[in-house]
């Protein structure tokens, strides 16, 4: 990968934020985001959920021209949709900007350990089988490392209402990108996005205005590396890792369970490491 | 424990459930637990979320009697709104069937690892500030094994389109009851609930018609154990496993990091579980 043409040549950057009030912590992000990467030259597209009214829900209105009348099946009717172009306006709006942007930033509070219902109702409606999953070329089916948003970079920036202790390796509500496993792995990255480590702001509701400066500031210098930094390393499942494509081999990570038998160590032979061109 | 008074006491269970199509296995699932626990002589409470037409976002609408009316803080307004009677009413419905409740379970198709956004917007709204979070008594604050919702168990009973294997301990998703963890956890078990290990049916969209029997038969005869089974024997926040409320103390889970080490092991002294009356 040559990070010097990368930093210096134009990117579309997707910026998808959900938070009700515009004064908030994490509006704030996003503008700021959406400031530093077009003053690198970015192209950067926005989804503001709350502003956009975003349906949440996938239901049957999302399918007007269905494959089955008679039962709806979500994964069915949306591949069904995806294929046919009669997929629902807005979903179809935000899957065009998904697919422009050569990264996506997903600027979030968690709320119990996950995504606000807005935003997981986005990945929910425009992460479509045959667009994010069920991705098949030649006969082969992709996922994890490859598949129809390869090539793509994501990047969770997160506000968390608790202090830094209890996201700890051995803090109460477990490590912090374990928390996010189920985004960061089992949906970014099982599409095919490289993953970045996630960006948090702790203690997000007792910042003073000094602390909140601060962590605009690092977030903007961490901006300035988006497409130079390098993604968790989770193993690829058509790398080499898992010979029958569900289970670990016996040598891999040998004997450990678990979320960080799934990343690639340091020091170890990289065989499975998927860098986008 | 008594097992003996526990099984033949009338409890009340509320079932939520979340998907479109009536003709779902979730559908025929939440339909299964009513009429097996009514049987056993339970009364049971519906929380069908489609049919309500359920609200999945958090927004200024959910407040009518801001404590804040500059600056919209979630956590701020849902504690005001909690205390003061003047949350909106399909939140108040929820939470009365809740309270009322001595079990829950959350019947769901497992979508990108973690709930729909329907019932990822039941928890945003109805788990409120005071009610099931920054719960305090005399001065102490209580999560983790101790708060709003003591007493009251908890069972998620999900459908999941990938095979087994693809969730087993060293599977390339990661294993099951980790990817849960921010529900079980993080916020059924957060809020004081105690949490039977999840209820699954692998493969949900490739089922015959024998499978499905089979599994709704093996639902069926666990329902039957719903008061009387064991808890996942996660540590409690004030059992003396978290000196300083925050990380596990250096002779707790020695060595270890990551979820595991938040469950008591086998073997171990228990002296952090707490089981309810």
């Not at 082969?140 to 948003?149: A, Q």
Request: aromatic share 10%; charged share 20%; with cysteine.
């Amino acid at each position: 990968m040559s990070s010097d043409t990368q930093s210096t040549s134009l990117r579309s950057v997707l910026v998808v934020w959900a938070h009700p009030e515009p004064k908030s912590l994490t509006c704030e992000f996003a503008g700021l985001a959406s400031r530093t990467l077009q003053s690198l030259g970015h192209r950067v597209l926005h989804s503001d959920l709350h502003a956009l009214g975003w349906k949440a829900v996938v239901d049957g209105e999302d399918f007007q021209q269905r494959a089955n009348p008679e039962r709806l099946s979500v994964a069915v009717e949306s591949g069904h949709a995806w294929r046919t172009g009669t997929q629902a306006p807005d979903v179809q709006r935000e899957q065009d900007k998904l697919m422009a942007a050569d990264a996506v930033i997903f600027q979030f509070p968690m709320w119990w350990f996950g995504m606000p219902a807005i935003m997981k109702g986005w990945i929910d409606r425009v992460f479509a089988l045959g667009l994010a999953y069920g991705y098949k070329s030649a006969g082969n089916s992709f996922r994890y490392g490859e598949g129809g948003l390869a090539g793509k970079r994501a990047l969770l920036s997160i506000t968390a209402g608790g202090p830094e202790a209890d996201f700890s390796p051995r803090g109460i509500n477990g490590p912090l990108e374990h928390l996010l496993w189920p985004i960061t792995h089992g949906t970014l990255f099982f599409a095919g996005m490289q993953v970045l480590p996630t960006q948090v702001v702790f203690g997000a509701g007792r910042l003073c205005r000094e602390d909140a400066q601060a962590a605009q500031q690092r977030y903007a210098a961490r901006l300035e590396r988006l497409f130079d930094e390098m993604p968790i390393p989770f193993r690829s499942q058509n790398g080499g890792d898992y010979p029958d494509k569900h289970v670990l081999g016996a040598d891999v990570a040998a004997g450990r369970e678990g979320f960080s038998a799934h990343v690639v160590e340091r020091g170890e032979d990289v065989k499975t490491l998927i860098v986008p061109a």
